[in-house]
């Protein structure tokens, strides 16, 4: 089963499709199950218990409700989170999302420069060593620097940070079939997962020549993606400058 891990909702401040639509479109990509993460700024307890109201709703895939906020500029999710939880010391939210039967995760590590500090590493079961986004790792491939930041216990993962239909793409987690939400997080909690992308199918730290390409596609990418937005940009310009003649 392919799990997408990481995406927004309407009841984020960022997000742009229903839960209903978010798991409509995750089910043609191939997706089994999707972890929401929401910002917690445009939630509350009474809301929350909304979202997940609408996430288990949802027929065309598993869906879970889950949590994204910041402590200290550092983004954590809790995936998975069937209640809401709230706290401003990480350590100690990230025991009780695990006492809820969430699973903690530092998000976009690559947004840090890979430098995370020790206390959000600590409250963290699991590392984003992915994150399919444009603006960070892109769909193509991993940053094996993302690595350096595992422990024996974390567990690498590969997300999207979908916001809205145009984010989305084939990366993920492939598990073992299982037929209900609590197995999923069961699944990732143990590690017993694969990072897949279009072209990237992977259970490890990339090393050598794999691991080189990587790193390159990670120092292109963004130049890659500078050319076309620059384009757009002009092209946006232009129609200002037409629309005041």
């Given at each position: 089963?392919r ?24 089910a ?25 109201e ?7 895939v ?15 999710c ?19 999302v ?8 530092c ?6 420069r890979?430098?995370v ?10 590392v ?21 930041l595992?422990?024996p ?29 609590e ?50 940009r ?12």
């Amino acid at each position: 089963m392919r799990v997408l891990l990481h995406a927004h909702t309407r009841w984020s401040y960022d997000g742009f499709l229903t839960p209903a639509e978010l798991g409509a479109k995750a089910a043609r990509r191939g997706f089994g199950a999707v972890l929401v993460s929401d910002h917690v700024d445009t939630l509350d307890a009474d809301r929350y218990a909304r979202l997940v109201e609408e996430c288990r709703a949802v027929r065309d895939v598993m869906m879970l409700a889950g949590l994204e906020r910041s402590f200290d500029g550092y983004h954590v999710c809790a995936f998975g989170l069937p209640e809401w939880v709230d706290g401003t010391d990480v350590s100690e939210w990230a025991d009780a999302v695990r006492a809820a039967g969430g699973l903690v995760s530092c998000a976009h590590p690559i947004r840090y420069r890979h430098r995370v500090p020790p206390s959000i590493l600590d409250a963290a079961d699991l590392v984003e060593v992915w994150n399919a986004h444009r603006r960070y790792n892109g769909a193509m491939a991993p940053d094996p620097r993302s690595w350096t930041l595992l422990t024996p216990r974390h567990v690498a993962i590969a997300s999207q940070d979908v916001h809205r239909a145009r984010d989305m793409n084939s990366v993920g987690v492939v598990i073992a079939d299982v037929h209900v939400p609590e197995a999923v997080v069961d699944e990732i909690r143990a590690g017993r997962l694969e990072l897949v992308g279009p072209l990237v199918r992977i259970d490890r730290r990339p090393r050598g020549a794999r691991a080189a390409v990587f790193g390159a596609i990670q120092h292109v990418r963004p130049l890659a993606w500078a050319v076309p937005v620059a384009f757009y940009r002009l092209l946006r310009r232009l129609q200002r400058v037409r629309a005041r003649a």
